[in-house]
């Protein structure tokens, strides 16, 4: 795998594990309208995430997953900017310049 590639995934994976470190955390409205219990199991869900394959990870960066909780659809998305958030990053291996947003929706948002 190319190092930029290898690069993007392990900065995306350990901000998606932390939710904390390297970007923000968005939750659209129908995942911030659940109670806390509800919520927490959801990001658990997204910080545990493993099942990466060819079909939803082509590019190899960890940067999307499906889930389900409670019997209802979730997607959970990562995307690049810059320090700024207006644009999108111009290196997105590059953590100097990127700031990574990890969206948090129910599929039927999407």
């Known amino acids: 795998m190319h190092d930029t590639t290898s690069n993007i995934r392990r900065l995306n994976d350990c901000f998606r594990r932390s939710l904390i470190f390297g970007g923000q955390t968005?939750?659209?409205s129908?995942?911030?309208?659940?109670?806390?219990?509800a919520k927490t199991a959801l990001l658990r869900l997204v910080q545990t995430f493993d099942a990466f394959s060819r079909d939803n990870d082509p590019h190899g960066?960890?940067?999307?997953?499906?889930?389900?909780?409670?019997?209802?659809?979730?997607?959970?998305?990562?995307?690049?900017?810059?320090?700024?958030?207006?644009f999108a990053s111009?290196?997105?291996a590059?953590?100097?310049?990127?700031?990574?947003?990890l969206t948090i929706m129910r599929a039927d948002e999407y």
């Open 26 to 28: 968005v939750l659209t």
């Open 30 to 37: 129908g995942v911030s309208a659940l109670d806390t219990e």
């Open 61 to 86: 960066e960890h940067d999307f997953g499906a889930i389900e909780h409670a019997g209802v659809s979730y997607f959970w998305k990562i995307d690049y900017y810059d320090r700024a958030r207006q």
């Open 90 to 92: 111009p290196d997105a």
């Open 94 to 101: 590059d953590p100097a310049v990127t700031v990574r947003v």
